[in-house]
T-cell receptor, first 112, second 112 residues
Framework: DTAVSQTPKYLVTQMGNDKSIKCEQNLGHDTMYWYKQDSKKFLKIMFSYNNKELIINETVPNRFSPKSPDKAHLNLHINSLELGDSAVYFC???????????FGPGTRLTVL | ELKVEQNPLFLSMQEGKNYTIYCNYSTTSDRLYWYRQDPGKSLESLFVLLSNGAVKQEGRLMASLDTKARLSTLHITAAVHDLSATYFCAVGKETSGSRLTFGEGTQLTVNP
């Protein structure tokens, strides 16, 4: 009965590789998000989709590309991984754009 | 640009004591959230505050919102060890769509 799920939970990879993180929500929400939490625990929004449409695209390198195949899924693909990409990435969802956001368990990405 | 500041950033307190965490934000907002994060875990929604003067309580935690002062407080009453976690406030604005701006987080440690 997981509300917002992410896979994988841990991801360890070499610099230069391409990787994807998947997110699914079963709450029937219309809006989904990707956040990055750095080593100091600072949380910053990266992207937001509402009904599969991109509505927030923060200043994020274009190596990061979100994809929303349907409103229950929002995946994050990262090309040419760099050391500075190491962080915890959280997916979240909300009923509509101004509502309370519910967070997934996070994916800890380590780039070596 | 909306800025959100929390203080203190680190708080070590004894069980049984009371304390308050402050969250200041720089521009008008129409919603404020408090989240809890345990080490290595996701963010758990604690409170949603939507109007000036809103006060919500859950157990030993009470949150309030003063939109005129652009200030929210999270008051801890008779702290217990189980409250040890990092607490984040997050501020949103309808004109910014779904964007939430998070504070830096307050790392609370409750000592026996």
């Amino acid at each position: 009965d997981t509300a917002v799920s992410q896979t994988p939970k841990y991801l360890v990879t070499q610099m230069g590789n391409d990787k994807s993180i998947k997110c699914e929500q079963n709450l029937g929400h219309d809006t989904m998000y990707w956040y990055k939490q750095d080593s100091k625990k600072f949380l910053k929004i990266m992207f937001s989709y509402n009904n599969k449409e991109l509505i927030i695209n923060e200043t994020v390198p274009n190596r990061f590309s979100p994809k929303s195949p349907d409103k229950a899924h929002l995946n994050l693909h990262i090309n040419s991984l760099e050391l500075g990409d190491s962080a915890v990435y959280f997916c979240a969802s909300s009923l509509w754009v101004a509502n309370e956001q519910f967070f997934g368990p996070g994916t800890r990405l380590t780039v070596l | 640009e909306l800025k959100v500041e929390q203080n203190p950033l680190f708080l070590s307190m004894q069980e049984g004591k009371n304390y308050t965490i402050y969250c200041n934000y720089s521009t008008t907002s129409d919603r404020l959230y408090w989240y809890r994060q345990d080490p290595g875990k996701s963010l758990e929604s604690l409170f949603v505050l939507l109007s000036n003067g809103a006060v919500k309580q859950e157990g030993r935690l009470m949150a309030s919102l003063d939109t005129k002062a652009r200030l929210s407080t999270l008051h801890i009453t008779a702290a217990v060890h189980d409250l040890s976690a990092t607490y984040f406030c997050a501020v949103g604005k309808e004109t910014s769509g779904s964007r939430l701006t998070f504070g830096e987080g307050t790392q609370l440690t409750v000592n026996p």
